[in-house]
Nanobody, 117 residues
């Protein structure tokens, strides 16, 4: 059974950094494109960044130059390095597959990111 477990969230001041991790289990992880999503209160969940099975990356405009997505296929883990955090970044961050392999039933608990002085 496919499962994603997110960790690494917390409280940081504006301009601070966090590194999120997403540990996957139950599938041939390296085959799939993966993404980090976030959902702020009262807003729809949005895709923040994605990484293909071969390592190509894409970012939404609001995080370009600040966030970096990476993956370690041997560890079945996807990372999101978040630098220069802004007041508009707080949300619960989730990982999941992207594209045709996406499955809503694979959502995990997510990890909370809070940016406050």
């Amino acid at each position: 059974q496919v499962q994603f477990v997110e960790s690494g969230g917390g409280l940081v001041q504006p301009g601070g950094s966090l590194r999120l991790s997403c540990a996957a289990s139950g599938s041939i992880f390296s085959f799939y494109d993966m993404g980090w999503y976030r959902q702020a209160p009262g807003k729809q969940r949005e895709l923040v960044a994605d990484i293909t099975s071969s390592g190509g990356t894409n970012y939404r405009d609001s995080v370009k130059g600040r966030f970096t997505i990476s993956r370690d296929n041997a560890q079945k883990t996807v990372y999101l390095q978040m630098n220069s955090l802004k007041p508009e970044d707080p949300a619960v961050y989730y990982c999941n597959r992207v594209g045709r392999a996406f499955r809503a039933e694979y959502w995990g608990q997510g990890t909370q990111v809070t940016v406050s002085s």
